[in-house]
């Protein structure tokens, strides 16, 4: 059984559109995070959530919108896609909240933004 | 600011060799330090962890690092590397202050037969 799983693998898409990539997890971990993996594979934490409710927002732009329905799913969804959003996204998880919870990662979305 | 520094982009061993991969971190105090390697197409994958007691942590794979105060330092090690160790291995770090791991940059390691 995949422990992290997220949805679509790949995504191809033009600019201006909307997606979603989703994730869920089977571990019965409280916190999920959205990772960004860029082009020179610098990973960098978007968002954190812990039992559905928003703990950490990096400054990411509103065109991102998070939303965790229950605590083993967390989606992702992009409006007005933009060229530099083209990257692989990460979804995780842990059991808990705080740096000392190593994160268990899916496999990654790779977005690619023609 | 905090951060975790990989000096080595890439490096290149032959099979067989001993490995060493460098991670550097920058805290107010000393973080919760991971070594995670992502092989291609894949997620991370966590390596071990060092959180405090014992400054030399053993980890899945044969791998070893170890924690040094004085320099900043989690260095990660294997005696002898294989083939299908080649992978990007990233260093981070975490604090309680913030609940969030920040990661290096990655190391990029090709083995050669």
């Known amino acids: 059984d995949t422990a992290v799983s997220q949805t679509p693998k790949y995504l191809v898409t033009q600019m201006g559109n909307d997606k979603s990539i989703k994730c869920e997890q089977n571990?019965?971990?409280?916190?999920m995070y959205w990772y960004k993996q860029d082009s020179k594979k610098f990973l960098k934490i978007m968002f954190s959530?812990?039992?559905?409710?928003?703990?950490i927002n990096e400054t990411v732009p509103n065109r991102f919108s998070p939303k965790s329905p229950d605590k083993a799913h967390l989606n992702l969804h992009i409006n007005s896609l933009e060229l530099g959003d083209s990257a692989v996204y990460f979804c995780?998880?842990?059991?808990?909240?705080?740096?000392?919870?190593?994160?268990?990662f899916g496999n990654g979305t790779r977005l690619t933004v023609t | 600011a905090q951060s975790v520094t990989q000096p080595d982009i890439h490096i290149t061993v032959s099979e067989g060799a001993s490995l060493e991969l460098r991670c550097n971190y920058s805290?107010?105090?000393?973080?919760?330090l991971f070594w995670y390697v992502q092989s291609p197409g894949q997620g991370l994958q966590l390596l071990l962890k060092?959180?405090?007691?014992?400054?030399l942590v053993q980890g899945i794979k044969g791998f070893e690092a170890e924690f040094k105060r004085s320099q900043s330092s989690f260095n990660l090690r294997k005696p002898s590397v294989h083939w299908s160790d080649a992978a990007e291995y990233f260093c981070a770090a975490g604090s309680s202050n913030t609940g969030k791991l920040i990661f290096g940059q990655g190391t990029t390691l090709q083995v050669k037969p």
């Open positions: 995780a998880s842990s059991p808990r909240t705080g740096g000392d919870s190593p994160l268990h």
């Open positions: 959530y812990n039992n559905k409710e928003l703990i």
């Open positions: 571990l019965g971990h409280d916190t």
């Open positions: 060092y959180f405090s007691g014992d400054t």
């Open positions: 805290y107010g105090a000393t973080p919760y």
